[in-house]
């Protein structure tokens, strides 16, 4: 079992940056696969980013467009989303997930095994 608690998330005007974390309880985090999904309100849910224990990546390059970067820190347990040039299509709430598949997989619509409960970003015009 992993649970997930997602933090970082708020109100920015667009053109912000935004960093939001991801804390996971689990002594094997270094074997997940960590990833991030939104979920735009009227929409479903889609992927943004993964990173492997290995280093393996995979982003959502429509939507993210070399402006988001994955990153983890296995000592402490935690997943992080830089968010850089926010903009209003940006607003969503993001969840944090952790799978046992690749980030490849994930960004192909396999489903992680456990979600967190989500974090509102939104960007203001």
């Known amino acids: 079992q992993v649970q997930l608690v997602e933090s970082g998330g708020g109100l920015v005007q667009a053109g912000d940056s935004m960093r939001l974390s991801c804390a996971a309880s689990t002594r094997t985090f270094s074997t997940y696969t960590m990833a991030w999904f939104r979920q735009a309100a009227g929409k479903e849910r889609e992927f943004v980013a993964a990173?492997?224990?290995?280093?393996?990546?995979?982003y959502n390059e429509d939507s993210v467009k070399g402006r988001f970067t994955i990153s983890r820190d296995n000592a402490k347990n935690m997943v992080y989303l830089q968010m850089n040039t926010l903009g209003p299509e940006d607003t969503a709430l993001y969840y944090c997930?952790?799978?046992?598949?690749?980030?490849?997989?994930?960004?192909?619509?396999?489903?992680?095994?456990?979600w967190g409960q989500g974090t509102q970003v939104t960007v203001s015009s």
């Open positions: 997930a952790a799978a046992t598949r690749s980030p490849s997989r994930l960004w192909l619509g396999s489903p992680p095994g456990y």
């Open positions: 990173l492997s224990w290995s280093g393996d990546v995979a």
